[in-house]
C-alpha cells in the first residue's frame, strides 16, 4: 500500500479553510481518482500549550502501488494542486510512503 501524505504547514499567517478542503476538494479528489483511491483520511493539526502544531492539516490518499499513484498525480495532480489556494495560503509538502503495518 502506497500513502501520500499532504501536509499543510502551519505559521505565521498561515490559514486552512478546512470546510472547504472537506467539502469541495476532497469531492473533486475523489472524483478525479476514482477506483484507483483506495483510500482518504484528513488530521486537522491541534495546538498543544506552548507549541503550535507544525501542520495545520495532513491529507493522506492512499493507492494499490507506485505505478497507481504515479499514474493518478501524473494526470490530475496539476488540476488538484491548482485548488489549493481557495483552502489554504501556504505551499504543501507532500510525502509518498510505503505503508509497513
Known amino acids: 500500500m502506497i500513502k501520500v501524505s499532504v501536509m499543510y504547514p502551519n505559521g505565521d499567517g498561515a490559514t486552512f479553510d478546512m470546510d472547504y478542503f472537506r467539502d469541495s476538494h476532497l ?50 495532480g496539476p488540476r488538484l494542486m491548482a485548488d489549493v489556494p481557495n483552502y489554504a495560503n501556504t505551499q504543501p509538502t507532500i510525502q509518498v510512503s510505503e505503508v509497513r503495518m
Not at 28 to 49: E, N, T, Y
Not at 53 to 61: D, E, K, R, V
Open 27 to 76: 469531492v473533486l479528489v475523489r472524483h478525479l481518482l476514482g477506483g484507483m483511491l483506495k483510500g482518504i483520511a484528513v488530521d486537522q493539526g491541534i495546538d498543544q500549550p506552548g507549541s503550535p502544531a507544525p501542520f495545520l492539516a495532513i491529507g493522506h490518499l492512499m493507492f494499490d502501488s507506485v505505478e497507481d499513484c504515479q499514474s493518478a498525480m501524473n494526470t490530475h
